[in-house]
């Protein structure tokens, strides 16, 4: 069992990814500003009120921790037409020499389908209300993936096509190859299954995975 840091642990895949690592056993340090809310207990879970931007807390975060789970996101709203984005861009440059320092090397980033790459397997349909609607905060994942990429860390950028309230179903598929990459649905639950095998899991390292039904 491993030592788990979770980013963004309060709501979405990040809380789904926190109760997924607790039933296989793992410790987890889930993080969050708003880490208080989250709505799991365990004793092997730690609620860590913290800000992805502070590096101070970051560093403080990761003492002891095995593995890092990245898994930031926005709400919808105005921020995603009008306003700047540099969250995810931020977060990344403070977390990468945090790990570094800490010495802790596997990091399983969430960024999603339509990020790096994989936005030129996207047909006109899907790219025009894609640039129109998630547009900025995707153009910060973009700066976000090729750090991690410049980085030595031990690396998995996962890439979930549009996202569910489903159950978990294990019946997904990791599209690992640029020619079958494809949008699609597939439920929170699920993408936090394949972040959490990738904690023991060598096979995806430096590899930037689509995951669809």
Not at 5 to 23: D, N, V
Not at 62 to 91: C, K, M
Not at 131 to 157: C, M, N, T
Not at 165 to 186: A, C, E, M, S
Request: glycine content about 8%; overall charge positive.
């Amino acid at each position: 069992m491993a030592n788990i840091l979770i980013i963004g642990a309060s709501k979405g895949i990040g809380l789904e990814a926190t109760r997924r690592a607790l039933s296989e056993g793992h410790t987890v340090r889930a993080m969050a500003r708003s880490a208080d809310r989250i709505p799991l207990s365990d004793e092997k879970l730690e609620k860590r009120m913290a800000d992805a931007l502070d590096p101070a807390e970051l560093e403080s975060a990761l003492h002891g921790v095995d593995a890092v789970i990245q898994a930031l996101g926005i709400a919808a709203g105005p921020e995603l037409l009008f306003r700047p984005i540099n969250l995810f861009s931020e977060s990344t440059r403070i977390l990468l020499p945090a790990m570094a320092k800490a010495g802790v090397k596997r990091l399983i980033c969430v960024t999603g389908y339509g990020a790096g790459d994989s936005r030129a397997s996207m047909g006109c349909l899907q790219s025009v209300p894609f640039r129109l609607f998630l547009g900025r905060a995707y153009a910060d994942k973009d700066i976000q993936e090729r750090l991690i990429r410049a980085s030595q860390l031990e690396w998995v950028i996962v890439r979930p096509v549009i996202l569910t309230h489903g159950r978990h179903t294990g019946r997904y598929q990791v599209l690992d190859d640029p020619k079958n990459w494809r949008n699609g649905f597939i439920s929170r639950a699920d993408v936090a299954d394949f972040l959490v095998r990738q904690i023991r899991d060598d096979t995806y390292i430096g590899k930037t995975p689509v995951l669809a039904y």
